[in-house]
Structure formats: structure tokens, C-alpha cells
């Protein structure tokens, strides 16, 4: 089998909206009462939320592991 070939094997295909995630950095929220992060790419699996799982998708009740403060207590940072 020749390199062009084996390479064509490697192709991914994505929809629009994954395409659009991978382009963007993953980023980090922190809790403004207690100093709890939020990491992107490492989410939460404890609690039901995957690696990759951006803020816009962690659901709307959910609350600070920490203290439970909600996400309107959370601001993105630069880590």
C-alpha cells in the first residue's frame, strides 16, 4: 500500500460544529465565591460531564463542586 493511500485512510470527517470546537482553545471558568476551576478539556467526569465538554454545554443547574455556587458565579480565565 503506497503513502497516499494509507494517508487517505486517516481522514477524519466532522460535522461543522466539531470542526468549529476544535478550532477554538479549550478555556478554563473559574468560581468567583471559592476560586474553583472549570477545565474544558478535562470536564468533570465525577459528576457526569466529559472531557471536552464546553461551558455553553455544561448543563444549567449545575453547581460549584466546591461550594455550589451556580454558573452565573463563574467567569472565564486565563490559565
Not at 461543522?16 to 478539556?41: T, V
Not at 467526569?45 to 451556580?70: H, L, N
Request: hydrophobic share 40%; with cysteine; aromatic share 8%.
Amino acid at each position: 500500500m503506497d503513502a497516499e493511500r494509507l494517508h487517505a485512510k486517516n481522514i477524519i470527517i466532522m460535522t461543522l460544529e466539531e470542526a468549529e470546537n476544535a478550532a477554538i482553545q479549550w478555556r478554563s471558568w473559574m468560581c468567583l465565591l471559592c476560586g474553583w476551576i472549570y477545565d474544558e478539556a478535562a470536564g468533570l467526569p465525577d459528576e457526569g460531564i466529559a472531557p471536552g465538554t464546553r461551558w455553553k454545554d455544561v448543563p444549567s443547574d449545575w453547581t460549584c463542586p466546591e461550594c455550589g455556587a451556580g454558573k452565573e458565579d463563574f467567569d472565564m480565565v486565563e490559565v
